[in-house]
C-alpha cells in the first residue's frame, strides 16, 4: 500500500478538555505520523469556507459555530494508507456508532462535537492539507 498523507483536525471539543496529547497517541500506536501540526482558532468565516461542501445541510451554521468556538489543531499524518486507517482510529461520525476503542468512542460527546475530522479521499487530503499548510511547513 502506497504512502498517503491525510487532514486530520482536533476539534474545540477536544482541545477544551485538554485531549489533544492522548489522541495524537491513538494516530501514533496505529502507525500515523504527525509530519506537521499547528493550533489555530478559526473565525466562523474560515470554517465555514472549510466545510463549504456541507453548505445545504441543516447542521452547517452549527457546526461552523463550533468549529470557530475554541482553538483547533490542525495536522498532516502520514503512513501507508493514512486516509482509511485514520478512518479507523477515529471511528464512526456519530460516537454512538463507533468501535469500541477508536477516538470518537473514547472522546466524542456527539455527532457534532465529535473530537477529531479526517479527510474521506486522497482528492479532498490533498485540498485540505493545502487549505491549512504551505508546501514549505510539510517537511515530513
Ligand atoms: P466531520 O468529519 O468533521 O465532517 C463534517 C462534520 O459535520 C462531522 O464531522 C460532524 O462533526 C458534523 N455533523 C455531521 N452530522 C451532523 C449532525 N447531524 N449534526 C451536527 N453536526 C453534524
Same mark, same amino acid.
Given at each position: 500500500?502506497?504512502? @498517503?498523507?491525510? $487532514? ?10 485538554? $485531549?489533544?496529547?492522548?489522541?495524537? #497517541?491513538?494516530? @501514533?500506536?496505529?502507525? $500515523?505520523?504527525?509530519?506537521?501540526? %499547528? ?5 466562523? !468565516?474560515? *470554517?465555514?469556507?472549510?466545510? @463549504?461542501?456541507? %453548505? ?13 468556538? *475554541? ?6 499524518? @502520514?503512513?501507508?494508507? #493514512? ?12 460516537? !454512538? ?23 474521506? *479521499?486522497?482528492?479532498? !487530503?490533498? #485540498? ?9 511547513? $510539510?517537511?515530513?
Amino acid at each position: 500500500m502506497a504512502t @498517503e498523507r491525510t $487532514l486530520s483536525i482536533i476539534k474545540p471539543d477536544a482541545t477544551r478538555r485538554n $485531549l489533544t496529547g492522548k489522541i495524537n #497517541a491513538k494516530f @501514533e500506536e496505529a502507525g $500515523l505520523r504527525i509530519i506537521a501540526q %499547528k493550533r489555530i482558532h478559526l473565525t466562523k !468565516a474560515q *470554517a465555514g469556507k472549510f466545510y @463549504e461542501v456541507h %453548505k445545504e445541510r441543516p447542521f452547517y451554521d452549527e457546526l461552523c459555530e463550533f468549529m470557530a468556538s *475554541a482553538p483547533v489543531v490542525v495536522q498532516v499524518l @502520514e503512513g501507508e494508507g #493514512a486516509i482509511v486507517k485514520n478512518r479507523e482510529v477515529m471511528g464512526a461520525t456519530n460516537p !454512538a456508532d463507533a468501535a469500541p476503542g477508536t477516538i470518537r468512542a473514547e472522546f466524542a460527546q456527539s455527532v457534532g462535537e465529535n473530537s477529531v475530522h479526517g479527510s474521506d *479521499a486522497p482528492e479532498t !487530503a490533498a #485540498a485540505e492539507i493545502a487549505f491549512y499548510f504551505s508546501g514549505l511547513e $510539510l517537511v515530513g
